[in-house]
């Protein structure tokens, strides 16, 4: 058993807030650059947060910057992405992912994937 498993999703009014959280089993994480993901529907995917293993640097995408928060909780092997004023825009399947030490922006090298976690943002 090796995966990731998201938490904290469901349904908000438009300047809500949700934290996620993504905790790791079988892997510590510690190591690992952890990124969220976020798909709607019809919609490619899109990295939307990242932090770095080593240097504890944050990557973000444009529309969420100011509103996003990713933090780490090494002790709890999990991470979180907090989400403040929140849009209808950000409605979307959220997933973590984690690769090693460092962020990318293709999808395709991340290793490990949580299974994700439904955010839809309505009044």
């Known amino acids: 058993q090796l995966q990731l498993v998201e938490s904290g999703g469901g349904l908000v009014q438009p300047g809500g807030s949700l934290r996620l959280s993504c905790a790791g089993s079988g892997f510590t994480l510690d190591h690992y650059a952890m990124g969220w993901f976020r798909q709607a529907p019809g919609k490619e995917r899109e990295g939307v947060i990242c932090i770095d293993s080593n240097s504890g640097r944050i990557n973000y995408l444009d529309s969420v910057k100011g509103r996003f928060t990713i933090s780490r909780d090494n002790a709890k092997n999990t991470v979180y992405l907090q989400m403040n004023s929140l849009k209808p825009e950000d409605t979307a399947v959220y997933s973590c992912?984690?690769?090693?030490?460092?962020?990318?922006?293709?999808?395709?090298?991340?290793?490990?994937w949580g299974q994700g976690t439904q955010v839809t943002v309505s009044s």
């Open positions: 992912a984690a690769r090693y030490y460092s962020c990318s922006a293709y999808d395709p090298v991340y290793e490990y």
